[in-house]
Protein backbone atom coordinates (compact mmCIF):
# COMPACT_ATOMS: atom_id res chain seq x y z
CA UNK A 1 0.00 0.00 0.00
CA UNK A 2 1.24 3.13 -1.05
CA UNK A 3 1.51 6.18 1.47
CA UNK A 4 -1.40 8.04 -0.59
CA UNK A 5 -3.60 5.46 0.13
CA UNK A 6 -3.43 5.08 4.28
CA UNK A 7 -5.58 8.02 4.66
CA UNK A 8 -8.75 7.30 2.73
CA UNK A 9 -12.40 5.65 2.45
CA UNK A 10 -11.68 2.27 0.96
CA UNK A 11 -13.71 1.47 -2.66
CA UNK A 12 -16.26 -0.47 -0.70
CA UNK A 13 -16.95 3.00 0.98
CA UNK A 14 -17.31 4.67 -2.17
CA UNK A 15 -19.68 2.09 -3.60
CA UNK A 16 -21.72 1.93 -0.64
CA UNK A 17 -22.21 5.85 -0.70
CA UNK A 18 -23.49 5.46 -4.37
CA UNK A 19 -25.88 3.16 -3.44
CA UNK A 20 -27.16 5.17 -0.64
CA UNK A 21 -27.31 8.16 -2.29
CA UNK A 22 -29.10 6.30 -5.58
CA UNK A 23 -31.77 4.88 -2.85
CA UNK A 24 -31.83 8.38 -1.26
CA UNK A 25 -32.89 10.36 -3.92
CA UNK A 26 -34.97 8.28 -5.74
CA UNK A 27 -36.99 6.77 -2.93
CA UNK A 28 -36.58 9.01 0.09
CA UNK A 29 -36.40 12.38 -1.25
CA UNK A 30 -39.37 13.11 -3.24
CA UNK A 31 -41.16 12.37 -0.01
CA UNK A 32 -39.36 14.85 2.67
CA UNK A 33 -41.23 17.84 2.34
CA UNK A 34 -44.58 16.48 3.07
CA UNK A 35 -43.00 14.55 5.69
CA UNK A 36 -41.76 17.36 7.28
CA UNK A 37 -45.56 19.22 6.52
CA UNK A 38 -47.33 16.68 7.80
CA UNK A 39 -45.37 15.66 10.65
CA UNK A 40 -45.48 11.86 9.58
CA UNK A 41 -43.42 9.42 9.65
CA UNK A 42 -41.49 9.06 6.48
CA UNK A 43 -42.58 4.75 5.67
CA UNK A 44 -41.64 5.04 2.20
CA UNK A 45 -37.78 5.97 3.95
CA UNK A 46 -38.53 2.89 6.12
CA UNK A 47 -39.54 0.57 3.50
CA UNK A 48 -36.42 1.40 0.69
CA UNK A 49 -33.90 1.38 3.59
CA UNK A 50 -35.09 -2.31 4.74
CA UNK A 51 -35.13 -4.17 1.17
CA UNK A 52 -31.66 -2.30 0.69
CA UNK A 53 -30.44 -3.78 4.03
CA UNK A 54 -29.54 0.21 5.03
CA UNK A 55 -31.99 0.54 7.80
CA UNK A 56 -29.39 -1.05 10.56
CA UNK A 57 -26.16 -1.62 8.93
CA UNK A 58 -24.37 -1.95 12.04
CA UNK A 59 -25.34 -5.22 13.02
CA UNK A 60 -23.45 -8.15 12.71
CA UNK A 61 -23.48 -10.95 10.30
CA UNK A 62 -23.40 -13.61 13.13
CA UNK A 63 -26.88 -12.23 14.17
CA UNK A 64 -27.87 -12.15 10.73
CA UNK A 65 -26.93 -8.85 9.85
CA UNK A 66 -24.89 -6.87 7.20
CA UNK A 67 -21.99 -6.20 9.53
CA UNK A 68 -21.10 -2.70 7.81
CA UNK A 69 -18.24 -1.51 9.59
CA UNK A 70 -19.05 2.46 11.83
CA UNK A 71 -17.50 3.91 9.05
CA UNK A 72 -19.65 2.95 6.50
CA UNK A 73 -22.45 2.99 9.03
CA UNK A 74 -22.24 6.92 9.10
CA UNK A 75 -22.04 6.88 5.23
CA UNK A 76 -25.48 5.25 5.15
CA UNK A 77 -26.51 8.12 7.73
CA UNK A 78 -25.01 11.15 6.43
CA UNK A 79 -26.40 10.17 2.61
CA UNK A 80 -29.73 9.66 3.93
CA UNK A 81 -29.77 13.04 5.84
CA UNK A 82 -28.52 14.90 2.70
CA UNK A 83 -32.10 14.66 1.33
CA UNK A 84 -34.28 13.59 5.02
CA UNK A 85 -32.82 14.64 8.17
CA UNK A 86 -35.90 12.49 9.71
CA UNK A 87 -35.41 9.16 7.73
CA UNK A 88 -31.39 9.75 8.83
CA UNK A 89 -33.16 8.71 11.91
CA UNK A 90 -33.68 5.00 11.19
CA UNK A 91 -30.57 3.58 11.01
CA UNK A 92 -29.17 6.25 14.01
CA UNK A 93 -31.31 5.42 16.08
CA UNK A 94 -31.40 1.05 15.23
CA UNK A 95 -27.98 1.61 16.21
CA UNK A 96 -28.35 3.85 18.99
CA UNK A 97 -31.11 1.67 20.67
CA UNK A 98 -29.62 -1.75 20.31
CA UNK A 99 -25.60 -0.73 21.35
CA UNK A 100 -26.54 -1.16 24.54
CA UNK A 101 -27.35 -5.06 23.66
CA UNK A 102 -24.10 -5.42 21.70
CA UNK A 103 -21.95 -3.53 24.51
CA UNK A 104 -23.58 -4.59 27.61
CA UNK A 105 -26.05 -7.82 26.61
CA UNK A 106 -25.59 -11.15 26.91
CA UNK A 107 -25.13 -13.75 24.01
CA UNK A 108 -28.79 -14.61 24.83
CA UNK A 109 -30.13 -11.25 24.76
CA UNK A 110 -28.24 -10.35 21.58
CA UNK A 111 -29.79 -13.44 19.96
CA UNK A 112 -33.05 -12.81 20.63
CA UNK A 113 -33.23 -9.37 19.74
CA UNK A 114 -30.38 -8.28 16.88
CA UNK A 115 -31.44 -10.84 14.04
CA UNK A 116 -35.13 -9.40 14.29
CA UNK A 117 -33.92 -5.36 14.23
CA UNK A 118 -31.59 -6.64 10.80
CA UNK A 119 -34.20 -8.14 9.27
CA UNK A 120 -36.32 -5.15 9.19
CA UNK A 121 -38.53 -6.57 11.52
CA UNK A 122 -38.81 -4.24 14.32
CA UNK A 123 -36.89 -0.94 15.32
CA UNK A 124 -35.33 -0.39 18.70
CA UNK A 125 -35.30 2.96 20.49
CA UNK A 126 -33.26 4.29 23.85
CA UNK A 127 -34.71 5.53 26.83
CA UNK A 128 -31.85 7.17 28.67
CA UNK A 129 -33.52 10.87 29.47
CA UNK A 130 -36.08 12.37 32.08
CA UNK A 131 -37.54 15.77 32.56
CA UNK A 132 -35.80 16.23 35.02
CA UNK A 133 -32.37 14.26 34.49
CA UNK A 134 -31.65 15.48 30.91
CA UNK A 135 -27.75 16.13 30.98
CA UNK A 136 -27.11 14.84 34.43
CA UNK A 137 -28.01 11.13 33.46
CA UNK A 138 -27.17 9.80 37.06
CA UNK A 139 -29.89 12.24 38.68
CA UNK A 140 -32.84 9.94 36.65
CA UNK A 141 -35.52 8.76 39.34
CA UNK A 142 -37.34 5.99 37.33
CA UNK A 143 -36.94 2.49 39.52
CA UNK A 144 -37.09 -1.06 38.98
CA UNK A 145 -37.46 -2.76 41.93
CA UNK A 146 -36.61 -6.97 42.39
CA UNK A 147 -39.69 -9.15 42.08
CA UNK A 148 -39.19 -12.86 42.04
CA UNK A 149 -37.27 -13.21 39.04
CA UNK A 150 -38.16 -9.78 37.25
CA UNK A 151 -38.25 -6.55 38.12
CA UNK A 152 -41.29 -4.26 37.85
CA UNK A 153 -40.61 -0.58 36.38
CA UNK A 154 -42.29 2.45 37.59
CA UNK A 155 -40.67 6.13 36.06
CA UNK A 156 -40.80 7.94 32.28
CA UNK A 157 -38.19 8.70 29.60
CA UNK A 158 -38.28 12.11 28.26
CA UNK A 159 -37.90 12.82 24.01
CA UNK A 160 -37.52 9.63 23.21
CA UNK A 161 -36.86 9.20 19.42
CA UNK A 162 -39.26 6.96 16.87
CA UNK A 163 -40.95 6.20 20.34
CA UNK A 164 -45.11 4.41 18.74
CA UNK A 165 -42.44 3.04 15.35
CA UNK A 166 -40.18 0.87 17.80
CA UNK A 167 -40.81 -2.13 18.77
CA UNK A 168 -37.81 -2.61 21.38
CA UNK A 169 -36.45 -0.26 23.71
CA UNK A 170 -33.51 0.28 25.74
CA UNK A 171 -34.13 1.90 28.97
CA UNK A 172 -32.47 2.99 31.99
CA UNK A 173 -33.78 2.56 35.63
CA UNK A 174 -32.46 2.97 39.02
CA UNK A 175 -32.48 -0.39 40.59
CA UNK A 176 -30.46 0.25 44.32
CA UNK A 177 -32.10 3.32 45.34
CA UNK A 178 -29.47 3.41 48.22
CA UNK A 179 -26.30 2.47 46.25
CA UNK A 180 -23.28 4.65 44.66
CA UNK A 181 -24.79 7.72 42.43
CA UNK A 182 -24.65 6.40 38.95
CA UNK A 183 -23.57 2.68 39.98
CA UNK A 184 -26.96 2.49 40.87
CA UNK A 185 -28.57 2.16 37.78
CA UNK A 186 -29.29 -0.84 35.19
CA UNK A 187 -30.30 -1.24 31.86
CA UNK A 188 -33.10 -3.16 30.67
CA UNK A 189 -34.75 -4.42 27.27
CA UNK A 190 -38.83 -3.29 26.98
CA UNK A 191 -41.57 -4.32 24.52
CA UNK A 192 -43.96 -1.75 23.14
CA UNK A 193 -46.58 -4.21 24.43
CA UNK A 194 -45.57 -4.64 27.87
CA UNK A 195 -48.84 -4.06 30.07
CA UNK A 196 -48.33 -0.68 32.19
CA UNK A 197 -46.04 0.50 29.47
CA UNK A 198 -47.56 4.17 27.52
CA UNK A 199 -46.68 6.41 25.83
CA UNK A 200 -47.03 10.49 25.47
CA UNK A 201 -48.51 12.37 22.66
CA UNK A 202 -46.33 13.05 19.98
CA UNK A 203 -43.83 16.51 20.50
CA UNK A 204 -44.49 19.40 18.54
CA UNK A 205 -40.71 20.21 17.58
CA UNK A 206 -39.16 22.71 15.32
CA UNK A 207 -37.27 20.26 12.81
CA UNK A 208 -36.98 16.38 12.43
CA UNK A 209 -40.41 16.30 11.94
CA UNK A 210 -41.13 12.50 10.49
CA UNK A 211 -39.52 11.25 13.18
CA UNK A 212 -41.67 10.91 16.29
CA UNK A 213 -40.59 12.31 20.04
CA UNK A 214 -42.84 11.22 22.47
CA UNK A 215 -42.10 10.42 26.66
CA UNK A 216 -42.61 6.86 27.77
CA UNK A 217 -44.22 6.15 30.63
CA UNK A 218 -44.04 2.72 33.41
CA UNK A 219 -46.84 1.97 35.53
CA UNK A 220 -45.81 -1.03 37.27
CA UNK A 221 -44.16 -2.58 34.21
CA UNK A 222 -43.19 -5.86 34.91
CA UNK A 223 -39.81 -7.13 33.08
CA UNK A 224 -38.69 -10.61 33.62
CA UNK A 225 -35.26 -11.29 34.43
CA UNK A 226 -34.24 -12.35 30.92
CA UNK A 227 -34.62 -8.72 29.54
CA UNK A 228 -31.77 -7.31 31.57
CA UNK A 229 -28.80 -5.83 29.55
CA UNK A 230 -25.35 -6.78 31.35
CA UNK A 231 -24.95 -7.13 35.45
CA UNK A 232 -27.78 -4.67 37.49
CA UNK A 233 -25.33 -1.68 38.51
CA UNK A 234 -23.78 -1.73 34.98
CA UNK A 235 -26.67 0.52 33.54
CA UNK A 236 -25.12 4.36 32.94
CA UNK A 237 -21.64 2.29 32.43
CA UNK A 238 -23.35 0.81 29.07
CA UNK A 239 -25.30 3.83 28.55
CA UNK A 240 -21.97 6.10 28.48
CA UNK A 241 -20.01 3.88 26.34
CA UNK A 242 -22.60 3.56 24.03
CA UNK A 243 -22.76 7.35 23.76
CA UNK A 244 -19.00 7.37 22.73
CA UNK A 245 -19.99 5.40 19.82
CA UNK A 246 -23.71 6.79 18.29
CA UNK A 247 -22.48 10.51 18.72
CA UNK A 248 -20.15 10.14 15.92
CA UNK A 249 -23.60 9.27 13.97
CA UNK A 250 -25.21 11.95 15.02
CA UNK A 251 -21.57 14.13 13.51
CA UNK A 252 -22.75 12.12 10.02
CA UNK A 253 -26.02 13.34 10.19
CA UNK A 254 -24.97 16.75 10.97
CA UNK A 255 -22.43 16.54 8.00
CA UNK A 256 -25.01 15.23 5.48
CA UNK A 257 -27.37 17.93 6.21
CA UNK A 258 -24.55 20.24 5.74
CA UNK A 259 -23.62 18.79 2.46
CA UNK A 260 -27.68 18.78 1.16
CA UNK A 261 -28.09 22.29 2.38
CA UNK A 262 -24.44 23.31 0.39
CA UNK A 263 -25.56 21.39 -2.48
CA UNK A 264 -28.77 23.55 -2.94
CA UNK A 265 -26.87 26.98 -2.19
CA UNK A 266 -24.27 25.79 -5.33
CA UNK A 267 -27.06 24.82 -7.36
CA UNK A 268 -29.27 27.92 -7.21
CA UNK A 269 -25.94 30.83 -7.24
CA UNK A 270 -24.68 28.98 -10.35
CA UNK A 271 -28.77 29.49 -11.69
CA UNK A 272 -29.73 32.87 -10.14
CA UNK A 273 -28.59 36.22 -11.85
CA UNK A 274 -28.91 39.68 -10.22
CA UNK A 275 -26.90 42.96 -12.03
CA UNK A 276 -26.48 41.13 -15.28
CA UNK A 277 -24.38 38.44 -13.42
CA UNK A 278 -24.69 34.71 -12.29
CA UNK A 279 -24.73 35.86 -7.99
CA UNK A 280 -21.92 33.20 -8.00
CA UNK A 281 -19.50 35.39 -10.12
CA UNK A 282 -19.14 37.83 -6.93
CA UNK A 283 -16.35 37.08 -4.88
CA UNK A 284 -18.57 37.82 -1.46
CA UNK A 285 -20.64 34.90 -2.41
CA UNK A 286 -17.46 32.83 -3.97
CA UNK A 287 -16.03 33.03 -0.27
CA UNK A 288 -19.19 32.06 1.47
CA UNK A 289 -19.14 29.08 -0.21
CA UNK A 290 -15.72 28.07 0.22
CA UNK A 291 -15.59 28.74 3.91
CA UNK A 292 -19.37 26.54 4.18
CA UNK A 293 -17.25 23.79 2.15
CA UNK A 294 -14.49 23.98 4.13
CA UNK A 295 -15.92 23.83 7.63
CA UNK A 296 -17.92 20.71 5.94
CA UNK A 297 -15.06 19.19 4.89
CA UNK A 298 -13.27 19.77 8.37
CA UNK A 299 -16.03 17.82 10.00
CA UNK A 300 -16.34 15.18 7.68
CA UNK A 301 -12.71 13.99 8.73
CA UNK A 302 -13.40 14.37 12.18
CA UNK A 303 -16.64 12.04 12.06
CA UNK A 304 -14.61 9.54 10.24
CA UNK A 305 -12.15 9.55 12.06
CA UNK A 306 -14.02 9.16 15.09
CA UNK A 307 -15.73 6.36 13.20
CA UNK A 308 -13.06 4.85 12.51
CA UNK A 309 -11.88 4.97 16.40
CA UNK A 310 -15.36 3.64 17.33
CA UNK A 311 -14.43 0.53 15.03
CA UNK A 312 -11.66 0.09 16.68
CA UNK A 313 -12.77 0.57 20.36
CA UNK A 314 -9.89 2.89 20.84
CA UNK A 315 -9.67 4.51 24.33
CA UNK A 316 -9.42 8.14 23.13
CA UNK A 317 -12.75 7.26 21.48
CA UNK A 318 -14.97 9.51 24.37
CA UNK A 319 -12.69 12.48 23.09
CA UNK A 320 -12.92 11.84 19.65
CA UNK A 321 -16.88 11.30 19.65
CA UNK A 322 -17.44 14.64 21.48
CA UNK A 323 -15.65 16.43 19.43
CA UNK A 324 -17.01 15.02 15.67
CA UNK A 325 -20.30 15.29 17.36
CA UNK A 326 -19.41 18.93 18.71
CA UNK A 327 -18.29 20.11 15.70
CA UNK A 328 -19.93 18.36 12.95
CA UNK A 329 -23.12 20.19 14.47
CA UNK A 330 -21.66 23.43 14.58
CA UNK A 331 -20.31 23.59 11.18
CA UNK A 332 -23.78 22.40 10.21
CA UNK A 333 -25.86 24.72 11.82
CA UNK A 334 -23.81 27.59 10.40
CA UNK A 335 -23.64 25.85 6.98
CA UNK A 336 -27.55 25.29 6.58
CA UNK A 337 -28.28 29.24 8.16
CA UNK A 338 -25.68 30.22 5.15
CA UNK A 339 -27.60 28.04 2.16
CA UNK A 340 -30.89 29.87 3.45
CA UNK A 341 -28.80 33.38 3.51
CA UNK A 342 -27.33 32.36 -0.30
CA UNK A 343 -30.73 31.60 -1.59
CA UNK A 344 -32.39 35.00 0.12
CA UNK A 345 -35.87 34.91 0.43
CA UNK A 346 -36.34 31.59 -1.77
CA UNK A 347 -34.17 30.27 1.13
CA UNK A 348 -36.95 31.67 3.80
CA UNK A 349 -39.91 29.50 2.10
CA UNK A 350 -40.84 25.86 1.92
CA UNK A 351 -40.76 25.63 -1.91
CA UNK A 352 -36.95 25.03 -1.13
CA UNK A 353 -35.46 22.28 1.32
CA UNK A 354 -32.94 24.78 2.74
CA UNK A 355 -35.12 26.00 5.53
CA UNK A 356 -36.41 22.47 6.74
CA UNK A 357 -32.36 21.45 6.36
CA UNK A 358 -31.51 24.59 8.80
CA UNK A 359 -34.32 23.95 10.90
CA UNK A 360 -33.14 20.06 11.11
CA UNK A 361 -29.43 20.61 11.77
CA UNK A 362 -30.33 22.59 14.93
CA UNK A 363 -31.26 19.15 16.99
CA UNK A 364 -27.86 18.06 16.20
CA UNK A 365 -26.38 20.58 18.72
CA UNK A 366 -28.92 19.44 21.28
CA UNK A 367 -29.57 15.82 21.25
CA UNK A 368 -27.13 12.67 22.40
CA UNK A 369 -25.65 15.09 24.66
CA UNK A 370 -25.39 18.89 24.13
CA UNK A 371 -22.64 20.81 22.93
CA UNK A 372 -21.72 21.87 25.98
CA UNK A 373 -21.46 18.32 27.70
CA UNK A 374 -19.60 17.26 24.90
CA UNK A 375 -17.20 20.24 25.59
CA UNK A 376 -17.54 18.87 29.30
CA UNK A 377 -16.34 15.38 28.06
CA UNK A 378 -13.47 16.58 26.20
CA UNK A 379 -12.24 18.56 28.85
CA UNK A 380 -12.77 15.40 31.25
CA UNK A 381 -10.98 13.58 28.89
CA UNK A 382 -8.02 16.32 28.34
CA UNK A 383 -7.96 16.63 32.32
CA UNK A 384 -7.56 13.02 33.17
Not at 48 to 57: C, E
Not at 255 to 264: K, S
Not at 335 to 349: C, E, F, R, W
Request: aromatic share 8%.
Amino acid sequence: MSDFDLFSTTEEHEELREAVRAVSEDKIAPHAADVDERSRFPQEALEALVSTDFHAPHIGEQYEGVGADALATCIVIEEVARVCGSSSLIPAVNKLGTMPVILGGSEEIKQRYLPEVASGEAMFSYGLSEREAGSDTASMRSQAAPDGDGWILNGQKSWITNAGVSDYYTVLAVTDPDGKRGGNISAFVLHADDAGFTLGEPERKLGIKGSPTRELFFDDVRVPGDRIIGAPGEGLKIALRTLDHTRVTIGAQAVGLAQGALDQAVAYVKERKQFGKAVADFQGVQFMLADMAMKLETARQMVYTAAAKSERHDDDLPFYGAAAKCYASDAAMEITTDAVQLLGGAGYVKDFPVERMMRDAKITQIYEGTNQVQRMVMARQLLK
